[in-house]
């Protein structure tokens, strides 16, 4: 009887955030932390111009893209590497550094990749308890072990928001072995506004085995489309470079980008929209009485009650039946909360109000 490697029926698959609602129109997602902005005009129209190229492969080394990063980063383009968004890197990270019998440190409530790419490639998810649902970068290194492999960070983490300071981020560079591949994931890295944080270029420089990821799935909303990215140390770029599809971004995809993050002034429309709003939300969702833990990213988690009307669960069903979708987190191993995503006014708007339906009802 055929049968796939041992370990991989244990894996739980990803569970996307949900997009439907009951009834056929179309709802108010907050569950996936997209930018309420949604696109540039100008990627969509860079977009469109792929239309006449789609019989051609795409270039396979996503020169023109990297190139544009580089310059808008202040970044060698050799150093970057483009990825099928970032989850593409994230795996061939695991793949390339970590496999059977190897241990992969992750802290409690991380983003939920993690576990599943270190089970991908045999490898061992070794959960790390967090301070204050942050990442403990002391505990964090007092957990390595001999088989320790990879230390994945999501900086600010998903689903909690948290963030470590970029003194907090030499620190565990410098807790870690070297030969220990330190995965810095900064998906949501363009949100953050406080001045104390880093998205730890600079260690990437001082060393052969750090790597920071980025994205455009969230503040350039091109999700769709999928497009990672990470700036590594040439011998790492060389290993993705190796393990990676031989065209793993398609012509729009690398069009579209590149005039995404040329388009500097979107983004930070992007950013300051995400400044007054994810402040208003949580102001009004503390207002009613719930807990609302401190957030530096495009979302909040928000903590319900833990009677049989008012818990998470019971919540997320009101809302879904009002057409809001915000993300359970109960596969994060916290039930009682759901993370809602900083949508545009309007959706926020009717978002609170509907909460406020739930508390009275
Ligand atoms: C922390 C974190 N890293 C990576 C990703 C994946 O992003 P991409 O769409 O680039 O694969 C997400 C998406 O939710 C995320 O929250």
Same mark, same amino acid.
């Given at each position: 009887?055929?049968? $796939?490697?041992? #370990?991989?029926? +244990? &894996?739980?698959?990803?569970?996307?955030?949900?997009?439907?609602? *009951? @009834?056929?129109?179309?709802?108010?997602?907050?569950?996936?932390?997209?930018?309420?902005?949604?696109?540039?005009?100008?990627?969509?129209?860079?977009?469109?111009?792929?239309?006449?190229?789609?019989?051609?492969?795409?270039?396979?080394?996503?020169?023109?893209?990297?190139?544009?990063?580089?310059?808008?980063?202040?970044?060698?383009?050799?150093?970057?590497? $483009?990825?099928? #968004?970032?989850? +593409? &890197?994230?795996?061939?990270?695991?793949?390339?550094?970590?496999? *059977? @019998?190897?241990?992969?440190?992750?802290?409690?409530?991380?983003?939920?990749?993690?576990?599943?790419?270190?089970?991908?490639?045999?490898?061992?998810?070794?959960?790390?308890?967090?301070?204050?649902?942050?990442?403990?970068?002391?505990?964090?290194?007092?957990?390595?072990?001999?088989?320790?492999?990879?230390?994945?960070?999501?900086?600010?983490?998903?689903?909690?928001?948290?963030?470590?300071?970029?003194?907090?981020?030499?620190?565990?560079?410098?807790?870690?072995?070297?030969?220990?591949?330190?995965?810095?994931?900064?998906?949501?890295?363009?949100?953050?506004?406080?001045?104390?944080?880093?998205?730890?270029?600079?260690?990437?420089?001082?060393?052969?085995?750090?790597?920071?990821?980025?994205?455009?799935?969230?503040?350039?909303?091109?999700?769709?489309?999928?497009?990672?990215?990470?700036?590594?140390?040439?011998?790492?770029?060389?290993?993705?470079?190796?393990?990676?599809?031989?065209?793993?971004?398609?012509?729009?995809?690398?069009?579209?980008?590149?005039?995404?993050?040329?388009?500097?002034?979107?983004?930070?429309?992007?950013?300051?929209?995400?400044?007054?709003?994810?402040?208003?939300?949580?102001?009004?969702?503390?207002?009613?009485?719930?807990?609302?833990?401190?957030?530096?990213?495009?979302?909040?988690?928000?903590?319900?009650?833990?009677?049989?009307?008012?818990?998470?669960?019971?919540?997320?069903?009101?809302?879904?039946?009002?057409?809001?979708?915000?993300?359970?987190?109960?596969?994060?191993?916290?039930?009682?909360?759901?993370?809602?995503?900083?949508?545009?006014?309007?959706?926020?708007?009717?978002?609170?109000?509907?909460?406020?339906?739930?508390?009275?009802?």
């Amino acid at each position: 009887m055929l049968k $796939c490697r041992p #370990g991989i029926m +244990e &894996l739980a698959p990803y569970v996307p955030g949900k997009s439907q609602v *009951p @009834g056929n129109f179309s709802p108010i997602k907050l569950s996936a932390n997209e930018s309420a902005l949604g696109p540039s005009e100008k990627a969509i129209e860079a977009f469109y111009k792929c239309s006449n190229l789609l019989h051609l492969y795409p270039d396979g080394n996503s020169i023109d893209l990297r190139a544009s990063l580089g310059e808008i980063n202040g970044l060698n383009p050799e150093n970057i590497v $483009c990825g099928a #968004g970032s989850d +593409e &890197l994230l795996y061939n990270l695991a793949r390339g550094y970590a496999g *059977p @019998g190897d241990e992969v440190l992750i802290s409690d409530h991380a983003f939920n990749v993690y576990p599943i790419v270190a089970y991908c490639v045999g490898a061992k998810p070794v959960k790390v308890p967090e301070k204050n649902l942050t990442f403990d970068v002391e505990a964090t290194i007092e957990s390595v072990s001999d088989k320790t492999k990879i230390v994945f960070i999501a900086n600010p983490n998903n689903p909690t928001g948290s963030y470590i300071t970029s003194d907090e981020l030499r620190r565990l560079r410098s807790g870690l072995r070297e030969d220990i591949l330190l995965v810095i994931d900064c998906a949501y890295a363009e949100f953050v506004t406080n001045k104390d944080y880093n998205v730890g270029y600079d260690l990437v420089d001082g060393a052969e085995n750090t790597v920071v990821t980025r994205t455009f799935s969230k503040i350039y909303a091109l999700a769709a489309l999928r497009i990672g990215w990470c700036y590594a140390p040439l011998p790492i770029v060389d290993v993705l470079n190796r393990l990676r599809g031989p065209f793993n971004l398609s012509t729009p995809a690398q069009s579209a980008g590149k005039a995404a993050v040329e388009d500097i002034s979107h983004m930070l429309e992007a950013k300051e929209h995400n400044a007054v709003w994810l402040p208003w939300l949580r102001d009004a969702l503390t207002e009613y009485g719930l807990k609302v833990y401190p957030s530096v990213a495009n979302f909040l988690l928000v903590q319900f009650g833990d009677n049989e009307s008012n818990n998470a669960l019971e919540a997320m069903k009101f809302f879904a039946n009002k057409g809001i979708l915000p993300r359970e987190t109960s596969g994060y191993g916290l039930p009682n909360c759901l993370r809602v995503t900083v949508g545009k006014q309007k959706e926020l708007e009717k978002f609170v109000g509907v909460v406020k339906e739930f508390l009275t009802k």
